[in-house]
């Protein structure tokens, strides 16, 4: 026999779906209801309901409220009739048929049985097969959490119910008491057979419900069965992910009263940095993002933090154990991305990146907290870039902290409303000694793509002539011919018709350093958009000084006029070969010792350390998901969507799509939770000798009506 125990508090929303539900439970089982001081209709319509009216419902209500159900729980286990109960929660939803098939399945000695449960539509199952389960690393926090689909024998419960804290994890509490008995629990699990129904989670949704003190006393309780139970820290873990996830999504609590309670979970809970793994398109090419990683991975790093790469190819066979091609087999790379934990690992992704991956290998990327680099500037997405213009692209990329490469970049991204934001920066391989030669040629050199929207190559055109004009050596140019130097066959045909071969020397696919900065006395930068400047460090680690204009927020942010270069309002090329030409060999050694030092903030051991600062920050605010758009909403790409999704109807199919649409969502909401009713008017019908569809037929005329 069982007892069913109900508890309530202004459910006349949901009461009345329940009670149906309850009058189709065999009649030799209890039903008891307990109600928390409801202030609105709850009791009345249960006391009118034909359930209470026909059956005999034990109805008790509290003379004040109490703020959660234990005491409701503890009169039900008091109360209780018959040797078993499941207790209910008012705003839920129970199968009668399902449930009655499910305690049919159950052995007499049974302290707690499970089954499956389901939650706003998706059933939610159990790591157990079906049969009796022992508690271990896999059931633990599964059985801790929640009372959803769960008979407890009447002795059990009612020594389990825990009045010390009111509110949040009650049901964590009764199940973690049980597992504190003298001797192990006779546990069952049925897979077969789902009869709880949850319309909506219920977890507390505001930081100030959050108790510190039950979180000690929860925390305490774990720990003491971790040994007797050979578990982990597994639950404990959950939990932090929960309680990050309300401080993180409380929209009534300020970002210093988040930070201060975030500060103080993590006291109680925090969590280890141990992997950080950044991605690539391809780490076997040259320069930017792909060296970048390359240099991580060969250096020094800290012992207790595995640092890995996943690249989408190697297209150069490039060569690192640490490094996972996802290419080579992408249901491989998947199965050990998840094998990596939330509460330990970060995603370090840039640009387009995680998003040029594999589906299956970014859905594994994704579970993990990210810290996205944004290389490219904002101003450069919006103004240059069609990436803004894709919604499944500004939907996709998201992150848990953003870092940005400049200040101006920073100050841009905060005006639109990114969040989560931090200032980074681009290691350089540091150099014992600065090999700078005041003598010799005076080579000016340029490194880089050959870009004319960004990195204004077209400006070198201009300069090369200037630089002919002066008697100055040819202007050297290190680029590339590959796919990301997109304006390279124009460049050589613009060199050859303004008549400038001569006074340009081109350098393909050159990486090795001492041959392109060896012999360079100044580097010349002409970005109109860059957001940081590996090639500015990478001079200034030769000693050579550095020209470029403060158009760009990176090379502003690098070169200092006078100390390690020069810094012009505009990249004007008659003024650049002026400084060129008429700087003293003085000037130029004093620019070149400035520029040397200046490489020394950006060591790749202090570019670990910020990294490393950043991830474990990142873990500590990591809630579960990634939640932060990369790129803004901007109001001009919306409209010209909904433009275009509509521009093609007629007036009168836009009315009819909008009424559809209206009478669509009517219907969905209608029929929320309703498929029990229906079932039990067609078993009914039955019952009465009707010939009806079957319910599995009914449930789907039912929706076939949309």
Known sequence: MLTIGVTTHNEKENIAALMDELRHCPSEWQIVIYDDCSTDDTVSIIKSHPTFLDRNVLLQVAPENTGGPATGRQFIADHATNPFVTLIDGDDLIDADQL?????????????????????????????????????????????????????????????????????????????????????????????????????????????????????????????????????????????????????????????????????????????????????????????????????????????????????????????????ISSDDVEATR???????????????????????????????????????????????????????????????????????????????????????????????????????????????????????????????????????????????FTTDAANSPKFSDFMEQLAVCGLSDAVEVILNEHRKDRIFGSLKYLVVPSKQESFGTSILEAFSYGCPVIASSEAPGPASLVQSGVNGFLLEDFDSHQVVKLIAGTSLLKRSRLSRGAFRSHKKYSIEKYISHIVSVCQMTLEKFPGENLENVFPDLAPVAYMEKRLETQSMSTEDKKRLTEAERKSAQLLKQMEFKDLRIKHLAKMLRESGLSVPSVDETLQIKRSSL
Not at 110 to 130: C, E, H, N, W
Not at 249 to 267: C, H, I, P, Y
Not at 337 to 363: C, E, F, G, Y
């Open 100 to 324: 009655e098939a499910f305690f049919q399945e159950i052995p007499a000695e049974t302290d707690v049985a499970m089954s499956p449960y389901m939650l706003r539509g998706r059933q939610i199952g159990f790591k157990s097969d079906t049969g009796p389960f022992e508690i271990n690393e896999e059931t633990i926090t599964g059985f801790i959490s929640g009372i959803g689909g769960r008979i407890y024998s009447a002795k059990i419960l009612k020594s389990s119910i825990c009045h010390k804290f009111i509110g949040r994890s009650e049901d964590a509490r009764i199940n973690m008491n049980a597992l504190h008995r003298p001797s192990n629990l006779n546990l069952f699990f049925h897979g077969g057979y789902c009869f709880y129904h949850i319309k909506e989670g219920r977890k507390s949704s505001r930081l100030s419900q959050i108790n510190l003190e039950e979180l000690k006393y929860r925390i305490n309780s774990y720990k003491e069965l971790m040994p007797r139970y050979g578990v982990s820290d597994t639950y404990l873990k959950a939990v932090r992910g929960n309680l990050i996830r309300v401080i993180y999504k409380d929209e009534t609590a300020s970002q210093g009263e988040k930070n201060k309670m975030r500060a103080l979970v993590n006291e109680h809970l925090g969590v280890k940095l141990r992997r950080i793994v950044f991605l690539c398109n391809d780490i076997s090419l040259i320069g930017g993002v792909p060296g970048r990683v390359r240099n991580v991975l060969e250096a020094e790093m800290q012992k207790d933090i595995e640092i890995l790469s996943v690249s989408r190819v190697n297209s150069n066979q490039y060569r690192n154990p640490r490094c996972i």
């Open 335 to 477: 199965k050990e991305i998840m094998k990596w934990q939330r509460h330990d690992t970060v995603v370090v992704s840039q640009n387009s990146v995680m998003n040029d991956l594999p589906d299956r290998v970014r859905a594994a990327l994704m579970r993990l907290a990210v810290v996205h680099v944004c290389d490219a500037q904002l101003s450069f997405m919006i103004k240059n870039s069609k990436a803004l213009a894709n919604p499944v692209v500004r939907e996709k990329t998201k992150a848990t902290t953003i870092l940005t490469l400049s200040e101006g970049d920073l100050e841009t991204q905060r005006q639109f409303g990114t969040r989560n934001l931090q200032r980074s920066f681009v290691p350089v391989r540091q150099r014992a000694s600065n090999t700078y030669k005041l003598s010799g040629p005076l080579n000016v050199g340029y490194v880089g793509i050959t870009d004319y929207t960004a990195k204004g190559t077209d400006r070198l055109l201009v300069l090369a002539k200037e630089m002919k004009a002066f008697g100055l050596p040819p202007l050297k140019i």
